[in-house]
């Protein structure tokens, strides 16, 4: 699911919240050592993302925020954040030449430079939260 999250919606903030959790508190930020990734540069997008990202000569920027039950991949294009809510048991993740996330028929795919080396960290915690919350309600990884 895509939102537009420019200008504050409360009814779609409680309808993210109910598909990947609600943020994670401060102090549990703290214990993960953040939760947010430094800002990737998008590469390519499926079809039905082309309308979020800049098609003009300009880079895409995303980032990716971790929830309890899922993620949030954030891309910006121009003066509006778009977000992409992805629950942990339709995420997919491919590291080859690009970095790419995929869930239900879409994909993001990343550029792999110093922004990603930056965020290897950050790729394990993902990888770490997804198996756990996948042991948690009995799923296959």
């Excluded at 919606?9 to 953040?34: M, T, W």
């Excluded at 939760?35 to 098609?55: A, K, L, P, Q, Y």
């Excluded at 550029?111 to 930056?118: G, I, P, T």
């Amino acid at each position: 699911m895509i939102y537009n999250r420019t200008l504050t919606n409360y009814d779609q903030e409680i309808e993210i919240n109910n598909i990947v959790g609600k943020p994670f508190s401060f102090f549990q930020s703290l214990k993960l050592r953040g939760i947010g990734s430094s800002r990737f540069i998008i590469e390519s997008v499926s079809t039905n993302f082309t309308d979020i990202v800049n098609e003009v000569a300009d880079i895409n920027y995303c980032n990716i925020e971790l929830r309890p039950n899922g993620v949030i991949i954030n891309v910006t294009q121009q003066l509006n954040l778009f977000s992409w809510v992805i629950p942990y048991y339709q995420l997919v993740v491919f590291d080859s030449e690009t970095f790419s996330i995929h869930a239900a028929g879409g994909f993001i795919k990343m550029v792999k430079n110093k922004n990603y080396s930056n965020n290897k960290a950050f790729i394990k915690k993902m990888y770490k939260l997804k198996t756990s919350y996948s042991a948690k309600n009995n799923l296959a990884v």
